[in-house]
């Protein structure tokens, strides 16, 4: 695989949300293994974009490491300053499995209450309305069903 080529004009948009990020990765002395390999993908498939810290001196090989992850993990390189190295790829998109007997979830309405004297504004108050329930045109909630008594409830009261 090759890395990522971007524009100018990318780049430095990258570099700027890069600015206030952490470091993900920490490369120790032992260089680039195959672990450090797969933690880096993990976090470009988590975050996109990423910085990553190397911890030994060598510039020249700082360099090469920053080549040797872009290439091979398709990413494009942003930025590096020093022991820092910022990588960018495009996050995938989740898949969600879609489950065909769930309800719909609540959902909240902005009711208005008009004030009996006419020049004063709408009260407006948002109100959750789950699944088995209704709102009235009145702006109350009701139950979608009302609740079944009981016989035996019903002939003591």
Do not use: C
Not at 7 to 23: G, M, N, T, V
Not at 52 to 65: F, H, M, P, S
Not at 119 to 136: D, F, K, M, Y
């Amino acid at each position: 695989m090759s890395a990522l080529e971007l524009s100018i004009a990318e780049r430095k948009a990258h570099r700027a949300e890069a600015h206030h990020l952490d470091p993900v990765v920490m490369i120790g002395n032992d260089g680039l293994t195959p672990a450090v390999k797969k933690e880096t993908d993990a976090a470009l498939n988590a975050h996109g974009l990423i910085k990553i810290r190397v911890l030994g001196d060598d510039r020249v090989q700082r360099e090469a490491i920053y080549r040797e992850l872009a290439d091979e993990l398709n990413a494009a390189p942003i930025q590096h300053i020093g022991k820092l190295l910022v990588l960018w790829r495009p996050k995938p998109e989740k898949v969600r499995a879609e489950d065909e007997d769930r309800k719909p979830g609540p959902r909240d309405f902005k009711v208005l209450k008009y004030s009996k004297r006419g020049g004063q504004r709408p009260e407006v108050t948002t109100v959750r309305v789950l699944g088995n329930q209704r709102l009235t045109p009145g702006g109350q909630v009701k139950r979608a069903k009302p609740k079944q008594k009981s016989v035996k409830k019903g002939r003591l009261g």
